[in-house]
């Protein structure tokens, strides 16, 4: 069974940054599969929060975090990443990463559901205080 490890999540006050990581425990597991960043926060659904195309070409983004997250993947060491700025009191949440089953493509109005994902980590906490 493959996993997923997030690690990165942090306090911070808000206005500040972190960069969370997604390490998958087997080589080759990150290559050819749409990835994802989710949250959830207690009492909230899980929410898409970005994600990236095979290639690693195309990002995907929710409205709420355009202009100060970025999605990325090092295809040298298949480790996804979400550099999170100007962090926000609400961007509080647990923070998942999942991947969907390899060269499965999906539409852009599905990528950031969480149905559409088979593979999830444990996630990582990221906490902002005002």
């Known amino acids: 069974q493959v996993q997923l490890v997030e690690s990165g999540g942090d306090s911070v006050q808000a206005g500040g940054s972190l960069r969370l990581s997604c390490a998958a425990s087997?080589?080759?597991?990150?290559?050819?599969?749409?990835m994802g960043w989710f949250r959830q926060a207690p009492g909230q659904k899980r929410e898409g929060v970005a994600a990236?195309?095979?290639?690693?070409?195309?990002?995907f983004y929710a409205d709420s975090v355009k202009g100060r997250f970025t999605i990325s993947r090092d295809s040298a060491d298949e480790t996804l990443y979400l550099q999170m700025n100007n962090l926000k009191p609400e961007d509080t949440a647990m923070y998942y990463c999942?991947?969907?089953?390899?060269?499965?493509?999906?539409?852009?109005?599905?990528?950031?559901?969480?149905?559409?994902?088979?593979?999830w980590g444990q996630g990582t906490q990221v906490t902002v205080s005002s």
């Open positions: 999942a991947a969907r089953t390899r060269a499965l493509n999906v539409s852009p109005d599905r990528v950031l559901e969480a149905e559409e994902y088979a593979y």
């Open positions: 087997a080589s080759g597991f990150a290559s050819d599969r749409y």
């Open positions: 990236t195309s095979i290639s690693g070409e195309s990002a």
